[in-house]
Each structure stands twice: as structure tokens, then as C-alpha cells.
């Protein structure tokens, strides 16, 4: 008696990453951004640069650092941390509060930038936008990200992007830094991938 041929099990599919910008891209990214927010600011008058942790407070370092390059222009930088502000601490793990540090002249009456690495849904923005109110009453707040993938869920906006990625639901947009990752990227990563 003949068996039919055993069926073939197919590999397993491999997680689908995509790498959006390399390490040059992302300093050419943040070079056109700084460039920008001295356009658009008159040359950076009045403004502050606040990062929203974690890979936020080092792009607003560098911004900072490159509208220096540029122009000679030194641009104010703190860091905002939302953790109290987020509308999902009951869903999610316990997060350590960071440290929010204003810069010595605080943000009344300034033009406020928020920097922040990936703009999704809007939430992250608008818990930042409750912290600043408690931390004082800027002239106008904008914001700057190195990446927006869409998908708001918050009538919110950047007002400086460096790259637009259209991305489905179900893929996430990873951003490594030098300073915290070892290595300038952005990454696609499809449903199922992990980072």
C-alpha cells in the first residue's frame, strides 16, 4: 500500500523590517528641521525646545545644537516628562517618572517646541500639552517630530515633520538613537515583527 507524499510544512515567515532612514538620513532629517524652525521663528526668538522623553530630549538637544551650528543661536532646551499626564497608566505597566527640567528662564511667554520622535495617535501630544499648562503659560506651543505615521486619533498636528511614513494599523515605526540605542534609525516593522 503507497502513503501519499508527506505534505510540506512551509518555513516560518519571517517578521518583515524595513529601515526608513539610515543614520545619515536621520542627521539630514534633523538638519531640515532645525532649519525650518528658524524660518518659520523669525531665527529662534523667544523659543524653547522642550524634548518629551525618551528619544524626544535628545532630539531637542540636537536641534538645539545644529540651529547653533547654523546660525550662532543659542536655543533654550528642557525635557517634559508626561508620565503623570498619560490617559493609559491604568492599562499599563507602573512607568517611572522622569524628571521634567525647564530651562533657567522657564516657558512663560515663550514659543514653546515640543520634540518628540514618532507622532501616532495624538495621545503622547496631548498629555504633554497638560503638563506644560501646569508648568506655566508659553506665548505658543508647536511641535516637532522626526517622524509622522498617521493614524490620529486627536485633532493634533506637527508643525515640523521630518519624514511622513504611511503605515497600516498593525505596523509599528521604531527610532533608535545614538544616545540611548548606540545607532541613528528608523525602522517599519510589519505586524507580528518585533523590535
Request: charged share 25%; glycine share 8%.
Given at each position: ?67 547653533n551650528a547654523f546660525e ?56 504633554a500639552l497638560d503638563a ?31 519624514k511622513n511614513i504611511p ?29
Amino acid at each position: 500500500m503507497a502513503y501519499p507524499p508527506a505534505a510540506r510544512s512551509s518555513p516560518p515567515r519571517q517578521p518583515s523590517v524595513k529601515v526608513i532612514l539610515t543614520s545619515a538620513d536621520v542627521q539630514r532629517v534633523v538638519d531640515r528641521i532645525a532649519h525650518q524652525i528658524l524660518e518659520k521663528t523669525q531665527g529662534a526668538a523667544d523659543t524653547v525646545l522642550l524634548g518629551v522623553p525618551t528619544r524626544g530630549a535628545p532630539l531637542a538637544r540636537r536641534l538645539a545644537a545644529r540651529i547653533n551650528a547654523f546660525e550662532g543661536i543659542s536655543v533654550p532646551v528642557g525635557v517634559l516628562d508626561i508620565t503623570l499626564y498619560r490617559d493609559d497608566l491604568r492599562r499599563n505597566a507602573t512607568r517611572a517618572v522622569g524628571p521634567t527640567q525647564l530651562p533657567p528662564g522657564g516657558i512663560d511667554g515663550m514659543r514653546v517646541i515640543l520634540v518628540d520622535d514618532v507622532l501616532f495617535s495624538g495621545r503622547t501630544v496631548r498629555a504633554a500639552l497638560d503638563a506644560l499648562g501646569d508648568l506655566g503659560r508659553p506665548a505658543s506651543v508647536q511641535l516637532a517630530v522626526l517622524v509622522d505615521r498617521g493614524h490620529r486619533q486627536l485633532p493634533i498636528r506637527a508643525d515640523y515633520v521630518g519624514k511622513n511614513i504611511p503605515t497600516a494599523l498593525a505596523e509599528s515605526v521604531k527610532v533608535t538613537l545614538a544616545e540611548t540605542d548606540d545607532v541613528d534609525e528608523v525602522r517599519l516593522y510589519a505586524e507580528g515583527a518585533h523590535s
